[in-house]
């Protein structure tokens, strides 16, 4: 979304640093309540992940289990992240609806698959839990695995019924023009390169002017640059990359998720498809080795696990587009908000749920922003942190012993492969 940098002097109450999918929805949010608002942005709306991401939308946690993000996060912490972590997906769908915001939104539910029996018993699991929080989920056999996503590979799986897919860059413009429709003023081109206290206010710098606020939240995410001494630090980048294939025919969208779910094969070293309105397959992978820096090998890796997961689909696939998205990773794998200075918040950690995350953590950054006490918001506010030093090799770690896992697991148990596993 083209925009004008800022010139001179802005005055509002909340300055957000960041136009993607936090900082927007703060806006809005903050617009509701009556408080004025400047967004400062480095490129254009959208321009980080919450215009790079594959477009899922799944109200859920990356990693861990509910009970262990009690463990990790105490109370009430955790049971407030939870309850809006697992309505967040109905949260986007509010904004889309009611800002009228074409995105090519469908909420027809996320599947993640069981490549193996063992992957069951863990999926019931969550069945339950999710459940057990108000979430919509329930367990699916093989049969019927088989008749939602069209894949003979599974074992059975696990439906949410609230996830959902998007067309990700026209959601994020769709905030955009949502908040400057609600009196929100979007600087693009315009990087906060430093904040300083002026009296009683913080002043946040950029090239071609200044705004004065009372507050300032960053909501940069894994595109963090300049800003805040060590903020860039406070995390680590997970890079992912995604394609995006040829439109393919209506025979293929007939057998290859026929009910227009958004799909994770289940496995470690996951692989994420949905379909576009266009009919085009979008699916992501994290790199690993050549994958994702040599260009043509990570195309047949990704032609290669779609076809053996819908051995029906004959058709040519061509990637026609491919492109990179980073994940700012924090080791619990759920959001933090860092207190920089008095008045200055951080929000970090999206951690790879950036569409339902992104869109509900602006409601707690707009409570942070009016006022509402600390022991009384649903992120816990914290001091700043640099990131563990092991969490540089941590990702990649743990994908190997992921993979390593799975191999060692299918083997035994004489379930086949993917190739390239």
């Known amino acids: 979304m083209p925009g004008l940098a800022i010139a001179g002097k802005k005055v509002v109450d909340v300055c957000i640093v960041g136009a993607g999918y936090t900082g927007l929805t703060t806006a809005i949010e903050l617009r509701r309540k009556g408080v004025s608002v400047a967004i400062l942005e480095r490129e254009e709306a959208g321009y980080g992940g919450s215009g790079r991401n594959a477009g899922h939308c799944s109200p859920t946690f990356s990693y861990y289990s509910l009970d262990k993000i009690r463990s990790l996060l105490g109370q009430p912490w955790a049971e407030r992240l939870i309850h809006r972590q697992t309505r967040a997906a109905d949260r986007a769908a509010e904004y889309i609806q009611h800002y009228n915001i074409d995105c090519e939104w469908v909420q027809n539910g996320l599947v993640i698959g069981a490549m193996r029996p063992g992957h069951l018993p863990p999926l019931e699991h969550k069945t339950e839990s999710y459940n057990a929080v108000g979430a919509r989920t329930r367990m699916l056999d093989r049969d019927e695995i088989t008749r939602i996503t069209g894949s003979p590979r599974l074992f059975g799986g696990w439906l949410h019924e609230e996830g959902a897919h998007i067309h990700p860059l026209k959601y994020a413009r769709g905030l955009a023009a949502a908040a400057i429709g609600a009196g929100a003023a979007l600087y693009t081109r315009s990087p906060a390169k430093r904040c300083e206290k002026v009296g009683g206010k913080w002043k946040v710098i950029s090239e071609t002017g200044h705004v004065i606020a009372d507050k300032v939240i960053f909501a940069t995410g894994a595109y963090t640059v300049d800003g805040w001494p060590g903020l860039d630090k406070s995390y680590r980048i997970m890079p992912v990359y995604v394609c995006a294939t ?69 058709e040519e696939v061509r990637w026609d587009y491919f492109w990179f998205g980073e994940l700012d990773m924090q080791y619990r794998t759920v959001p933090r908000l860092y207190a920089l200075a008095p008045g200055v918040v951080a929000l970090t950690g999206l951690s790879g749920r950036g569409v339902p995350t992104g869109t509900m953590l602006g409601g707690i950054l707009a409570d942070w922003a009016i006022g509402k006490p600390e022991q009384d918001l649903d992120l816990k506010v914290e001091p700043l942190h640099r990131a563990p030093w092991w969490m540089d090799y941590g990702p990649s770690y743990k994908l190997r012993q992921m993979r390593a896992v799975d191999n060692f697991m299918s083997k035994r148990g004489g379930v086949e492969l993917p190739p390239h596993y």
């Not at 949905?274 to 820096?293: E, P, Y």
């Open 246 to 314: 040829n439109p393919l025919s209506d025979r293929a969208r007939e057998t290859v998720l026929p009910q227009n779910t958004t799909m994770i094969d289940g496995r470690g070293d996951f692989y994420c498809y949905k379909w576009t309105a266009d009919n085009r397959i979008v699916a992501s992978m994290f790199l690993r080795g050549s994958r994702g820096r040599d260009l043509d090998y990570s195309k047949k890796v990704m032609t290669d696990r779609l076809k053996w997961l819908h051995p029906q689909l004959a």
